[in-house]
């Protein structure tokens, strides 16, 4: 191999994204996509309250803190892995230990996807 073929290996290893990276891309596209439904929902729903008589504006602190609360429950609701025993948050679609898809039967709130 002449040195310029080592080069160009030396290159195009470099250049190669690695599993982490690849991994990492994968989860910031999951999140933007996240971030985006949780927009539409929160736009959609402000528009909801915004046609309506009721007059919440003000009320919307008060809703955040019940909100908090609300998912903090939510939070502590756990299903096994059938794969690896570990407890995952009910909401998970997969484990966070061994990547098995996770079965939940109970209600997920759509804001947990
Ligand atoms: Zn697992």
């Known amino acids: 191999m002449t040195d310029q073929d080592q080069a160009t290996v030396e290159k195009t290893l470099e250049s190669r994204p690695t599993l982490e ?55 502590s609701i756990k299903v096994t892995c059938q794969a690896c025993g570990s407890d995952q948050k009910a909401s998970a679609s997969y484990c966070n230990h061994c990547g098995n898809k996770l079965v939940y039967s109970g209600e997920i709130s759509p804001f947990d996807y």
């Open 21 to 75: 990276s690849e991994i990492n891309s994968a989860r910031i596209n999951a999140l933007e996509l996240k971030l985006e439904t949780l927009s539409l929902i929160t736009e959609s729903l402000w528009n909801i309250i915004q046609e309506s008589d009721v007059q919440c504006s003000e009320d919307l602190k008060e809703k955040m803190a019940d909100v908090i609360d609300q998912r903090a429950k939510r939070d």
